[in-house]
Nanobody, 125 residues
Framework: QVQLVESGGGLVQAGGSLRLSCVAPGPTFRNYAMGWFRQAPGKERKFVTRITWSGAITYYADSVKGRFTVSRDNAKNTVYWQMNSLKPEDTAVYYC??????????????????WGQGTQVTVSS
């Protein structure tokens, strides 16, 4: 069982920035693609980004392109999610996820086998 632990959420004003982190223990973390999803109250969980095991390829939802950046440091078993120019509609619980088998559609949540507990991001207007 892989335990992912997110941190860095909080309350920020519109236009502000936050950086989320996700730590995945174990030496095999560097072998797997990682994703971030978010879920607003009463809404379904939605894809926001994915980064391949090497960090060479990234994918973003249209709603966050140009504002958010994903990166990883395999030496620290950590994925980072830098969020700039935050908007009230970015308010959600943010989850990191690990894709162990790398099959299927990368933007669907059920392709990811392991999840963190989530971290709340609230953007005030």
């Amino acid at each position: 069982q892989v335990q992912l632990v997110e941190s860095g959420g909080g309350l920020v004003q519109a236009g502000g920035s936050l950086r989320l982190s996700c730590v995945a223990p174990g030496p095999t973390f560097r072998n797997y693609a990682m994703g971030w999803f978010r879920q607003a109250p009463g809404k379904e969980r939605k894809f926001v980004t994915r980064i391949t095991w090497s960090g060479a390829i990234t994918y973003y939802a249209d709603s966050v392109k140009g504002r958010f950046t994903v990166s990883r440091d395999n030496a620290k078993n950590t994925v980072y999610w830098q969020m700039n120019s935050l908007k009230p509609e970015d308010t959600a619980v943010y989850y990191c996820a690990l894709d162990k088998y790398n099959i299927g559609k990368y933007f669907t949540w059920n392709n990811y086998e392991y999840w963190g507990q989530g971290t709340q991001v609230t953007v005030s207007s």
